[in-house]
């Protein structure tokens, strides 16, 4: 059972939808503040790794507040209130007259991504069972893809000379976009939460999830990916123009052909991490991916522009399939090991593992990249990839063993 035979396919569709709007008006900042024209004279580089380490750290201490009281009162509440949050973070980050603001503006923005993260991944775990858990949450992690490659990547084309958008009108087009998908989400999102316990702790809550060794496991597998993730988002702007000769046309292909494939890979990889109820392999599968595309796109780099990456084009989008089984299952996974009562919780706690990551990778990758160059920042990349592969053998496969558990019940009935 799939997104169009759910019950709550008109709730999932406005949902992904909302995402999107904010993820791209996330992420078309973070490209806007890169420019060189920001602020007048553009940030340091130093200044924008503070930017990018500030978010997660306001995220980080928020968090698991807004997860568990989503258990609390609902998720709804939560949600809504997050898409307004983040779009006055866009506007701090358009009218900012100096580097204090700046920063307040990222704390903003990181207190709008706990409130907004939590309440999604727990609204899809409500509206989810284990027979299509996988298939949407790919579908929500299409909708953050769509919202990081179209903001990111139409942030950098507006700013580019070409088209001469100023970071000004940008970040504050971005923040009327958040501010509408907030109206859109009031009208249209219906509470998921069937039961509500206002009594509940929020620190019970959290000692218990907390505690869960299911949960614990996680930590090298997930920990490990989201440093790479915002370590690659922080500084793929300067490695663009620091190694790539690419022009507009070249950015669009290159991102067109990496997006397809991956958007294909979450789709299909979805279907079959549900269909063989195994989540796994598919993680291991789509780090692999992952690695090895990497790998690809650094040894490729240089001053011969796209062609370069053209002579390897078929192994680009196949392994941006490979890595497509990763998302669909990694968050299918956290949703499994999730009591029902907790989800709000669980999802918060898991954005404490994104924090760390988010403060983690761009603190390293800062390191890496200004001392060793594009190779340095290629083998912190491999490094995480390997240890977060390591990190799947110790995860249980939690849907086997339900399957097994269903199964051996089914053989007594029959007996």
Same mark, same amino acid.
């Given at each position: 059972?799939?997104?169009?035979?759910?019950?709550?396919?008109?709730?999932?569709?406005?949902?992904?939808?909302?995402?999107?709007?904010?993820?791209?008006?996330?992420? =078309?900042?973070?490209?806007?503040?890169?420019?060189?024209?920001?602020?007048?004279?553009?940030?340091?580089? $130093?200044? =924008?790794?503070?930017?990018?380490?500030?978010?997660?750290?306001? +995220?980080?201490?928020?968090?698991?507040?807004?997860?568990?009281?989503?258990?609390?009162?609902?998720?709804?509440?939560?949600?809504?209130?997050?898409?307004?949050?983040?779009?006055?973070?866009?506007?701090?980050?358009?009218?900012?007259?100096?580097?204090?603001?700046?920063?307040?503006?990222?704390?903003?923005?990181?207190?709008?991504?706990?409130?907004?993260?939590?309440?999604?991944?727990?609204?899809?775990?409500?509206?989810?069972? +284990?027979?299509?858990?996988?298939?949407?949450?790919?579908?929500?992690?299409?909708?953050?893809?769509?919202?990081?490659?179209?903001?990111?990547?139409?942030?950098?084309?507006?700013?580019?000379?070409?088209?001469?958008?100023?970071?000004?009108?940008?970040?504050?087009?971005?923040?009327?976009?958040?501010?509408?998908?907030?109206?859109?989400?009031?009208?249209?999102?219906?509470?998921?939460?069937?039961?509500?316990?206002?009594? %509940?702790?929020?620190?019970?809550?959290?000692?218990?999830?907390?505690?869960?060794?299911?949960?614990?496991?996680?930590?090298?597998?997930?920990?490990?990916?989201?440093?790479?993730?915002?370590?690659?988002?922080?500084?793929?702007?300067? =490695?663009?123009?620091?190694?790539?000769?690419?022009?507009? %046309?070249?950015?669009?292909?290159?991102?067109?052909?990496?997006?397809?494939?991956?958007?294909?890979? =979450?789709?299909?990889?979805?279907?079959?991490s549900d269909y063989y109820m195994k989540r796994r392999p598919f993680i291991a599968f789509g780090l692999i991916g992952f690695g090895i595309l990497a790998f690809l796109l650094v040894s490729n780099s240089g001053p011969g522009g796209i062609e370069a990456? $053209?002579?390897?084009?078929?192994?680009?989008?196949?392994?941006?399939?490979?890595?497509?089984?990763?998302?669909?299952?990694?968050?299918?996974?956290?949703?499994?090991?999730?009591?029902?009562?907790?989800?709000?919780?669980?999802?918060?706690?898991?954005?404490?593992?994104?924090?760390?990551?988010? %403060?983690?990778?761009?603190?390293?990758?800062?390191?890496?990249?200004?001392?060793?160059?594009?190779?340095?920042?290629?083998?912190?990349?491999?490094?995480?990839?390997?240890?977060?592969?390591?990190?799947?053998?110790?995860?249980?496969?939690?849907?086997?063993?339900?399957?097994?558990?269903?199964?051996?019940?089914?053989?007594?009935?029959?007996?």
């Amino acid at each position: 059972m799939g997104l169009r035979a759910s019950e709550h396919k008109w709730n999932l569709l406005a949902l992904y939808f909302v995402t999107l709007i904010m993820r791209a008006s996330f992420y =078309i900042s973070i490209a806007s503040i890169q420019d060189p024209a920001y602020m007048g004279t553009g940030l340091e580089l $130093w200044a =924008i790794g503070a930017v990018l380490v500030i978010y997660p750290f306001a +995220e980080l201490a928020s968090v698991s507040f807004f997860g568990s009281y989503s258990d609390r009162i609902g998720r709804r509440p939560i949600f809504v209130g997050s898409l307004f949050i983040t779009g006055a973070a866009a506007f701090l980050f358009a009218i900012t007259p100096n580097i204090i603001v700046l920063f307040l503006a990222s704390a903003v923005f990181g207190i709008g991504a706990a409130s907004k993260v939590s309440t999604t991944l727990s609204m899809i775990a409500d509206m989810s069972d +284990e027979h299509n858990r996988a298939r949407l949450m790919g579908y929500y992690d299409l909708s953050t893809l769509f919202g990081l490659v179209g903001g990111f990547g139409l942030g950098v084309l507006l700013l580019t000379p070409e088209i001469g958008f100023t970071p000004f009108i940008v970040l504050a087009s971005a923040g009327s976009a958040c501010a509408v998908s907030g109206v859109i989400a009031l009208l249209s999102i219906k509470e998921t939460r069937e039961h509500i316990h206002v009594e %509940i702790s929020i620190f019970r809550l959290l000692r218990e999830v907390a505690s869960d060794r299911k949960i614990q496991q996680l930590i090298p597998v997930y920990v490990p990916i989201i440093s790479m993730y915002g370590m690659l988002i922080g500084y793929a702007k300067i =490695i663009l123009h620091d190694y790539f000769t690419l022009t507009a %046309i070249d950015m669009i292909i290159l991102f067109g052909m990496l997006g397809g494939a991956l958007i294909l890979g =979450i789709i299909v990889m979805g279907h079959l991490s549900d269909y063989y109820m195994k989540r796994r392999p598919f993680i291991a599968f789509g780090l692999i991916g992952f690695g090895i595309l990497a790998f690809l796109l650094v040894s490729n780099s240089g001053p011969g522009g796209i062609e370069a990456l $053209w002579s390897v084009w078929p192994l680009l989008p196949t392994f941006g399939f490979i890595a497509g089984a990763f998302p669909p299952a990694a968050m299918a996974y956290l949703t499994d090991v999730a009591a029902e009562d907790s989800r709000g919780t669980t999802m918060g706690v898991y954005s404490i593992f994104f924090g760390s990551g988010m %403060i983690i990778g761009p603190t390293l990758g800062g390191v890496a990249y200004g001392t060793y160059g594009l190779i340095g920042m290629a083998v912190l990349v491999a490094i995480l990839i390997a240890v977060a592969i390591a990190g799947t053998y110790f995860m249980p496969e939690v849907r086997s063993e339900k399957t097994e558990k269903s199964l051996a019940e089914q053989k007594l009935i029959d007996a």
